[in-house]
């Protein structure tokens, strides 16, 4: 049984970083795809990043692009986000997200059918 733990999330002021990590156990090399979804008060569940695994090719949402890195690291079996310059608007739970199959589009969390329990960001001003 596959399962995603997230951690390393917490609080920051504006212009700070996190880094947040998954760790996938349970048969993670079947992965195709592995992305960070963020969900903040009152709003949808959005895409942030995501990796597909063989390619390693990375996708990441516009509002993001230059400020956070997805990387993974198949010897650890982990997925990572890499948060700079935060802003308050990145205020939001982080999900980690696994799939067996391409998840495309990468920003469609429908396409994952595996979910870590969240990790808290918070960003003040």
């Known amino acids: 049984q596959v399962q995603l733990v997230e951690s390393g999330g917490g609080s920051v002021q504006a212009g700070g970083s996190l880094r947040l990590s998954c760790a996938v156990s349970?048969?993670?090399?079947?992965?195709?795809?592995m992305g960070w979804f963020r969900q903040a008060p009152g709003k949808e569940r959005e895409g942030v990043a995501a990796i597909y695994i063989n390619s390693g090719n990375t996708y990441y949402a516009d509002s993001v692009k230059g400020r956070l890195t997805i990387s993974q690291d198949n010897a650890k079996n982990t997925l990572y986000l890499q948060m700079n310059t935060l802003k308050p608007e990145d205020t939001a739970i982080y999900y980690c997200a696994a799939a067996l199959r391409h998840a495309y589009p990468w920003y469609q969390s429908t396409g994952y059918g595996y979910w870590g329990q969240g990790t808290q960001v918070t960003v003040s001003s």
């Open positions: 349970g048969s993670p090399s079947t992965m195709t795809s």
